[in-house]
């Protein structure tokens, strides 16, 4: 008697992965791709079941990549919990799961980068993490070639990266559509964040300061506030009134191509990013005016 296989729900290496996709894209399924490095939060399930709405396979990547992590950062440290992931990562509507060893990516061997320049990685985070958005593009092109998604999922809670990402799929003529998918908060405001499992419980509660800073300019902001200077000062006093949280940078940027604005003149960001104990957390909101 012939026995059905039962597909496996995780692979390790690009071979796998790439007969599961080709079968996919065989039987004229649309693939997306959720691309993550793992510690799943609802904000990553977001991510899988938006991505589960839209396509026929869906495939989920679970790689802690260690050419995004410049030195001194939490890279040794970053939360992985592969088994947890892949039981949600599944019940949310995945597919795949494509979680490789470093050398799958990586070839002991291989000298190539990728890396978006110019303004949008010269501001925000760029400056702060040198390396990091030439780690994210890297990966994110190796990936795009490995799995071939039509579609790619995306947190708008790093919204810089988003944009970056973007720019390197325009530019390299990559045939997918990246989509954008608002951050997920917690019931208090919090975004969702594999870093917030760093926090102590008073570091947790003193880190709502992101939040409630955001949400008070974007109410000055409906008053009718339109000035840059008083929108960050509001943000710089908010956080300078919690003791354990230190500001790393507040900025309004235009919404599209991060430069600085003097005054709310257009669809903007207003983009944070602190630290909280040893978690360095962001955060933003986007006005649309
Ligand atoms: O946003 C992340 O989790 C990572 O930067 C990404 C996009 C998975 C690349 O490693």
Redesign the pocket.
């Known amino acids: 008697m012939e026995t059905e296989t039962v597909p496996r729900a995780m692979v390790t290496t690009s071979g796998e992965l790439r007969e599961r996709t080709a079968q996919a894209r065989a039987a004229g399924k649309l693939i997306g791709l959720v691309?993550?490095?793992g510690a799943l939060h609802e904000g990553h399930l977001s991510l899988i079941r938006r991505a589960r709405a839209e396509c026929g396979f869906v495939v989920v990547t679970i790689?802690v990549?260690p050419t995004?992590f410049p030195p001194g950062e939490d890279f040794e440290r970053y939360p992985r919990d592969l088994a947890g992931d892949e039981a949600k990562a599944r019940a949310a509507g995945a597919d795949l799961i494509f979680a490789p060893p470093t050398s799958e990516i990586y070839p002991p061997d291989d000298s190539t980068f990728v890396e978006v320049t110019g303004p949008l990685v010269e501001c925000l985070c760029g400056p702060h993490r040198p390396g990091h958005f030439r780690g994210?593009t890297t990966?994110?092109a190796r990936l795009f070639n490995l799995v071939g998604p039509d579609r790619a999922y995306?947190?708008e809670k790093?919204y810089q990266?988003l944009l970056v990402i973007k720019q390197m799929v325009r530019d390299l003529h990559f045939p997918l559509a990246v989509v954008p998918v608002p951050t997920v908060r917690e019931a208090d405001g919090m975004a969702m964040s594999s870093r917030n499992s760093y926090l102590s419980p008073e570091e947790r509660k003193a880190a709502t300061a992101l939040h409630r800073a955001l949400s008070r300019a974007e109410e000055q902001v409906e008053h009718g506030e339109r000035s840059a200077a008083a929108l960050l000062a509001g943000v710089k006093e908010m956080i300078a009134s919690e003791p354990l949280v230190s500001l790393q940078y507040v900025e309004l940027r235009d919404a599209e191509t991060l430069d600085a604005l003097t005054a709310l003149d257009r669809p903007a960001v207003l983009a944070v990013a602190v630290f909280v104990g040893k978690a360095r957390l962001i955060d933003n909101v986007v006005i649309a005016r």
């Open positions: 691309p993550t490095m790689f990549n995004q994210v990966v994110c995306f947190g790093d990266q």
